[in-house]
């Protein structure tokens, strides 16, 4: 018996306890292994027509001596090459070969570790291999770490038969559910449905006899796999049906998609991707629960039913598959989310995602719609997340609520609007459209002719802070656009009032452009009223206050009521300072501290 090479002996006991987390990978990594052994003998039937031949991989299971075995018509390997890369670990002949022939054909392994995957489930594999163009045929067995031995052997054609028996089956190792034709087709399915060449079993079956209610057992060869992925194929040749019928049977939904699309690039990085933007969010999309990510195949072979490295957070809402030719299939999974090739790859469909949503503002403005009301909290958490990042690749997709319009708009429709003498962009930050509107900024503003943005995500003012302003206009909450006004002679009565609030505000002051309400609540530097009753509203949270402001509009019967108060009852004054608060609190959205004293003073005062 030969001994593996002390660092491969190393490695194989790592990756059979180690490397690979999930058992039943093993024959996706047998098989793919055989796709690449076709692919190179294909390679080379395109200059040597007696290479030419149906190309095919063969599964067969033998329940009574526990085997599988996996069987190529493809290219073998000889005595030295079996030697060099069963017999080191990591050794990989499909590098060698492209290397070699300086090829293009897409091969799927390259690290050469796979093969070992053998071992989790099986405590003894053979591999019986002839090369073509050559006479003699070789076997390779091992039962592990402990070495190999390669010996001559029979076999008619070239090419690879891995013969595994399995280990027993025990209360820890299930070993019993890869000799079902049930399972194996399961697996075949998940894993290796696109691989290009037929994958083929004996299957049995039962059908009724012929004039008979009783039923009879019938074998016959099947081929397991589709071959061809629907996002493989001419966009011309699938219709809308075909692409709602794949996501029907991927995803168990039954409600169609709001959109969907195909995306395919070759170069420095290849990949084709189907993408779908779900017809309703999961229940559970916004909790800790919800695993995001789309399925990652390499050349048709699954690698990942969730690859979450492949989406951010902002669009993990949507579903599909991305499969690629520069991610290489023999390697685990942990480690390939660390790929430098993948991380090209999120990026590169990052930037498709966000130009597709790009597109369809203006070719399907209703569609978009649709998407953004569903999912657009999570778009506008982009533009937020790791200090605005993204803000400048996600500023053009997000919309608003306007008091402009019913539909939503975009930053940069607002712009195309605003007045000429307008130079900022106004927003207004509240629970609902209803309260916004009844805000006396917001009527002040409107007033002027200037449009205001409502916000009504608990995101949204967060975004606005963050990108602060927009192709040149700055961004600002819609009480910058009043103007505070000077007036002397009210300068006691205006500090009389703000002492008589103590530290509730910092300051009262005379503003004109809150309509026909007689005080408004503001705030003053980057904390808004609104962002501080959401900031409270979280458990981590509480105390946290923004400086108020209580504007009062001199425009108003009340202030003459108030220059009377402040010559003869200061008393009074106070009371009505209260009041004005109290109601521009209520006004704000914000709850009154002592909502009956707030009743007991107005009932006072209407005496």
């Known amino acids: 018996m030969k001994k593996f090479k002390a660092e491969s002996q190393r490695l194989l006991e790592l990756m059979i306890n180690s490397i690979y987390t999930n058992k039943e990978i093993f024959l996706r990594e047998l098989i793919s292994n055989a796709s690449d052994a076709l692919d190179k003998l294909h390679f080379i039937s395109l200059t040597d027509s007696t290479a030419a031949r149906d190309f095919e991989i063969k599964i067969e299971l033998d329940k009574k001596e526990r085997t599988i075995a996996v069987i190529d018509n493809g290219v073998g390997m000889n005595e030295k090459e079996l ?158 049906e075909d692409y709602m019928a794949f996501y029907r049977s991927k995803y168990f939904d039954m409600t169609e998609p709001l959109h969907y699309f195909a995306a395919s690039t070759e170069g420095a990085l290849t990949y084709n991707a189907l993408i779908y933007v779900p017809g309703k969010a999961p229940y559970d999309y916004y909790t800790s629960d919800y695993k995001r990510g789309l399925s990652l195949y390499a050349n048709g072979v699954l690698i990942m039913e969730k690859c979450e490295d492949l989406l951010p957070d902002y669009f993990g809402f949507l579903r599909g598959i991305v499969d690629s030719s520069d991610l290489s299939l023999n390697i685990s999974r942990e480690m390939l989310q660390k790929d430098r090739q993948l991380k090209a790859l999120a990026a590169g469909i990052s930037k498709r995602i966000i130009s597709e949503f790009t597109k369809l503002m203006t070719s399907d403005r209703e ?102 302003e927009y192709n040149g206009k700055k961004i600002s909450p819609v009480g910058v656009a009043s103007q505070e006004v000077k007036d002397d002679s009210l300068k006691d009565m205006l500090a009389f009032m703000t002492e008589s609030l103590g530290d509730k505000v910092k300051d009262v002051r005379l503003n004109a452009d809150i309509g026909n309400y007689p005080a408004c609540l503001t705030a003053e530097g980057e904390l808004s009223l609104e962002m501080e009753r959401i900031l409270n509203a979280m458990p981590a949270n509480k105390g946290i206050k923004a400086t108020r402001i209580l504007e009062i509009n001199p425009a108003h019967p009340i202030i003459e009521k108030a220059k009377v108060l402040f010559e003869g009852d200061k008393d009074e004054l106070k009371k009505l300072t209260e009041i004005l608060y109290d109601e521009a609190l209520l006004l704000a959205g914000l709850e009154v501290s002592d909502s009956a004293n707030f009743v007991l003073k107005i009932n006072e005062m209407i005496k």
């Open 83 to 240: 030697e060099e890369n069963l017999g080191t670990i990591a050794n990989s002949g499909t590098f060698k070969f492209k290397a070699e022939n300086k090829t293009d054909e897409e091969l799927i392994g390259q690290f050469g570790v796979g093969f070992y995957a053998s071992f989790m489930v099986a405590d003894k594999v053979t591999v019986t291999s002839k090369k073509f163009g050559e006479n003699e045929a070789h076997k390779w067995e091992s039962c592990g770490s402990d070495g190999y031995t390669v010996s001559p052997a029979e076999r008619s054609e070239c090419g690879i038969t891995v013969l595994l028996h399995l280990k027993p089956d025990t209360e820890d190792e299930h070993t019993d559910e890869y000799l079902s034709e049930w399972r194996i087709s399961e697996l075949v399915k998940k894993y290796s449905d696109y691989i290009r060449y037929p994958i083929t079993m004996l299957c049995t079956s039962e059908r009724k006899k012929e004039g008979s209610d009783e039923y009879e057992e019938i074998k016959e060869v099947k081929t397991l796999n589709s071959r061809l992925p629907i996002w493989k194929r001419n966009k011309n040749e699938v219709s809308k």
């Open 367 to 468: 569609t978009y719609e649709k998407i953004f009301l569903e999912y657009g909290a999570s778009i506008k958490f982009g533009v937020y997340e790791s200090f605005g990042a993204k803000k400048d690749e996600l500023k053009d997709i997000i919309l608003f609520r306007s008091s402009a319009s019913d539909k939503l708009t975009s930053l940069n429709e607002y712009v195309s609007r605003m007045r000429e003498e307008q130079k900022e962009i106004y927003y207004a930050a509240g629970r609902s459209l209803e309260s916004i509107e009844r805000m006396p900024q917001v009527e002040g503003a409107k007033a002027k002719g200037y449009e205001v943005l409502y916000l009504t995500d608990q995101i949204d003012e967060f975004v606005m802070k963050v990108l602060g």
